[in-house]
């Protein structure tokens, strides 16, 4: 049973004011309904003026996307009542998008390249947001300051076939706008996604306003497993749109899925059509993230899965960059492999990470002053005074404090002795050929010496060790 999917995703675009006026669009630490004038809530008279950044904005992504965009866009009204929504309309483009026709390449689940194919990107306003009083309060507040935020919406076809592929995608189309500097995805509700998912042959189902990446996969993965079993037991799949309970990893459901026509579309009378076709040979696109990833391979000689990790985030590749100066293939090991895995951990930003103190490490392990794994520990150090908002020592006085530095095998005789007579059962495995019990003790020396000592050293001297004693 084929699964398809489809995307709609709403991005925030990063522009200093609204989309049709000029309120701040820096509104989040502030009191509710302090970002508002009289556009941003419908008042009767309030005339829309369009913000010819978050145009750029959109035609920047949609030449990136490869897209073409027509001659002329219009705006309409799409009529609908909600309580976030006071002109009981909301500002958006319908049978003329600003672009159309885009792609996007991802990996598929057999490891493949595929085409994701994008429908249309069309510019919209955000409504406000509803904030519902804990307890049993039988009301809920309103906050317009979100309302007439710049929305670019962009909508794929069907392409896609599992939760995890959205999920490639999703990642894939965040870095390229990353990538292009038109939105900030650290921002809470910056990239929200309307999922559309159906098994073959039955009707489609729409999860509305998935906040998170791992969300949508989740609530897919959620949607998949409830539409085979509603199918398994004879039942129908109803056309309709869910809500996603993040906190539950279920969906419920919300209404009958609208048709086009019930939201009467009309064409905006108080906007002008664009006609910016001619903008997009102006606009210069920075360097994307595929042509990064073949840049870092080709300049630094890394290989390619380190080069395609370290471009999956803007600000990852950005501090590879600064730090490759000291060594780039041991930059790309410690950076792609170590730290990911320790802010991964630590759910930290790699922004946290003072890159000065960073190269400092990679110095320490390029001249070998210290073992691999000791340096996990200055790592470690290092981290945990960034999580905690201290001030991050330097790498070598860590190692000094902590007797961190690397040491001749030789100086450790006795313990690899006496680890080899404490241990006489991986003796006997490693003379009947086991290598795994060469490794067991070599560990065991290496937790006594807290990793000062290089592993490959130690395993030479354990040998000999094995070899001349009596155990």
Known sequence: MKTIVGLEIHVQLATATKLFCGCSTDYRDDEPNTH?????????????????????????????????????????????FYPDLPKAYQITQYDKPLAVEGTVEI??????????????????????????????????????????????????????????????????????????????????????VDANISLEGSQRVEVKNISSYKGVEKALTFEVTRQKNLLRRGQKVTRETRHFMEGRGITTSARGKEEEHD??????????????????????????????????TAQYGISLNHARTLTGDLKLADFYEEVAHVDPALAATWVADTLLGE?????????????????????LLRADTITDKAGVQVLREMLDACAAGSPCEKPADI???????????????????KVVAANPQAVEDYRAGKKGALNFIVGQVMKETRGRADPRELGRIVSECIDTSGV
């Open 36 to 80: 508002c004038c009289p556009v941003c809530l419908g008042l009767p008279g309030a005339l829309p003026r369009m913000n010819r950044k978050a145009v750029e904005y959109g035609l920047r992504v949609a030449k990136a996307l490869d897209m073409k965009v027509p001659e002329e866009s219009e705006f309409a009204r799409k009529n609908y």
């Open 107 to 192: 990996e598929d689940d057999e490891g493949h390249e595929k085409i994701v194919r994008i429908t249309r990107v069309h510019l919209e306003e955000d409504p406000g947001r509803l904030v519902h009083v804990a307890g049993a309060a039988k009301y809920s507040l309103v906050d317009y300051n979100r309302s007439g935020i710049p929305l670019l919406e962009i909508v794929t076809e069907p392409d896609m076939r599992s939760p995890q592929e959205a999920r490639r995608f999703l990642n894939k189309l965040r870095t390229i706008l990353e990538y292009l500097g038109v939105f900030d995805g650290d921002r809470e509700g910056s990239l929200r």
């Open 263 to 296: 939201y009467r579309y009309f064409p905006e009378p108080d906007l002008r059509p664009l006609r910016v076709a001619g903008w997009v040979a102006e606009i210069d696109l920075p360097e994307l993230p595929v042509a990064r990833k073949n840049r870092f």
């Open 343 to 363: 802010l991964n951990y630590r759910d930290m930003s790699i922004a946290a990470v003072p890159a000065d103190r960073f190269m400092e490490l990679l110095a």
């Open 399 to 417: 190692v000094k404090r902590e007797g961190l530095g690397k040491a001749a095998g030789d100086e450790f005789s006795g313990i690899v002795e």
